[in-house]
């Protein structure tokens, strides 16, 4: 049996869906509730707000990169002990891939979760207006429950009724509260977003978080809508074996395959021993989807966690290593100070063993990243070109990618999706660096998956979930070493 869920949506990017989310999640999770988060959409930053308030693992949903049975299933698996499912959008409620279709969108997984939307509008500089634009919310595509409205940055009670009456008046969706704007629980922003859970977010910024939701929502109200508006999933569901162990507050993982998942695993359940694999994580380092880590392990590999920036040395008897994107730009000093550590990874690669490494894993395996300054900074040096930030974005958006022969981890015959967003361009890759992959995104194809020896290292943040045998394919080769 699924709880209930809600999706925390917004007219548009930077309407307070982030702050207003967490704001809840910390609320229900003070009354009592076992509260699971997720977030709609390629984001890896405000996973980590969600976490650290609900205390469950945020998962990532997406509506493009992961097919609807993967989407409903990784839904289900971590919402089973929960009271209450809160799921917060992307950008506008109907932005997505393309504009003229809901892939990837909000919108688009409310319908296939069958969960009720509560629309966040601006209302900083607005009053009847509100009305016109939520009836056009509502109408614009009438298989969606718009269920309730929060206004956020209202100027004190006066300007709330004149809002709510206007609302009340001509609009189906319930007015459920509203929120003053106050600067002392803004979320602090950098170039790739908010800023990570462990900089911003403790006990008393959530508590306070969750009183300045309090003064303007009735909670209960937001709940009791959950109850009476969540509807079955659309997409039949894989729960027959337990994905997610809870463990206190927090989320651990066991077996997570399901469909393609168990007959890839099904393949590898002869490897020799379990593999250990190395995973940069530290402030530099951040950038996982929490299902591709818990991929891995179902298919065999033993995770170890190491820091480029504070460990002297990779971690003994690993068998293969993973970089994850991250900041390794704003932590380019500290990282070139690991002398050791670069050292350590750079034999490791020449080793011959297999490397993963995608954005800002592959700038660091680079010669060296210069910051927009024209200040460079020596990286481990395995691929002769050098990374360079730049004062505007380099790439956003979906990304598919395809391989280009039969001997990658990624076949000729498959697609894996994943999606960019970066403010770096890498030197021309010399031609004598294979390619086994290639990349399609709005702004064109380019030939990519950059491979030297048992290294494959690409700008693209892929989800394993988009492609399993990808992810049975590297274990596997780790597990050979």
Not at 229 to 238: C, D, K, M, N, W
Not at 330 to 359: H, I, Q, W
Not at 391 to 419: F, K, M, P, S, T
């Amino acid at each position: 049996m699924l709880p209930p869920a809600l999706v925390i949506a917004g007219t548009h990017s930077g309407v307070g869906k982030t702050t207003i989310s967490i704001a809840l999640m910390a609320a229900l999770r003070r009354r009592g509730l076992r509260v699971q988060p997720f977030k709609v959409g390629p984001d890896f930053i405000d996973p980590t707000l969600h976490t650290r308030a609900a205390g469950r693992v945020s998962r990532n949903l997406d509506g493009w990169m992961l097919s609807e049975e993967t989407n409903a299933t990784v839904f289900a698996r971590a919402s089973q002990t929960a009271d209450i499912a809160v799921l917060e959008g992307v950008m506008g409620l109907f932005d997505g891939r393309d504009a003229l279709t809901e892939a990837g969108s909000t919108a688009e997984m409310a319908k296939l979760l069958g969960a009720p939307v509560v629309l966040i509008i601006d209302a900083s500089a607005m009053a009847r207006s509100a009305a016109a634009l939520v009836r056009g919310y509502e109408n614009f595509d009438e298989a969606l429950d718009v269920a309730g409205l929060i206004f956020n940055r209202v100027a004190g009670l006066g300007h709330f009724a004149y809002l709510r009456e206007a609302v009340e008046a001509t609009c189906r969706a319930r007015v459920l509260g509203w929120l003053p704007a106050d600067e002392s629980i803004r979320m602090p922003e950098r170039h790739l977003g908010l800023v990570m859970a462990d900089e911003v977010l403790d006990e008393a910024r959530l508590d306070a978080l969750a009183t300045w939701l309090e003064k303007g929502l009735d909670v209960n109200a937001l709940v009791d809508l959950a109850r009476q508006r969540s509807r079955a999933p659309v997409h039949r569901t894989e729960t027959d074996s337990p994905s997610f162990v809870q463990i206190g507050d927090a989320q651990e993982s066991s077996d997570t395959s399901s469909g393609t998942e168990k007959n890839e695993r099904a393949e590898h359940v002869a490897m020799r021993r379990q593999p250990r694999i190395g995973v940069a994580r530290d402030r530099a380092f951040c950038f996982y989807y929490q299902d591709n880590l818990d991929l891995l392990a179902s298919f065999g590999a033993h995770i170890v966690d190491f820091s480029p920036i504070s460990d002297p040395r990779l971690p003994d008897l690993l068998d293969g290593l993973y970089f994850g994107g991250g900041y390794p730009e704003l932590n380019a000093t500290a990282l070139a100070a690991n002398e050791t550590m670069r050292a350590d990874v750079a034999r490791f690669v020449r080793s011959g063993k297999p490397v993963y490494a995608e954005c800002g894993g592959l700038m660091y395996l680079t010669e060296a990243i210069i910051d927009a300054d024209g200040e460079s900074r020596p990286m481990v040096g395995i691929f002769p070109t050098r990374a360079r930030m730049q004062r505007h974005l380099a790439a956003i958006g979906y990304a598919e990618v395809e391989g280009v022969d039969d001997e990658g981890w990624l076949r000729a015959d498959e697609q894996a999706r994943g999606h960019e967003f970066r403010y770096s361009l890498i030197d021309e890759m010399p031609e004598q660096i294979l390619r086994r992959c290639r990349v399609s995104t709005k702004a064109g194809e380019r030939k990519e998956g950059f491979t030297v020896g048992a290294l494959l290292a690409s700008y693209v943040h892929l989800h394993f979930r988009s492609c399993p045998q990808f992810a049975a394919r590297f274990v596997a080769a780790c597990a050979k070493t």
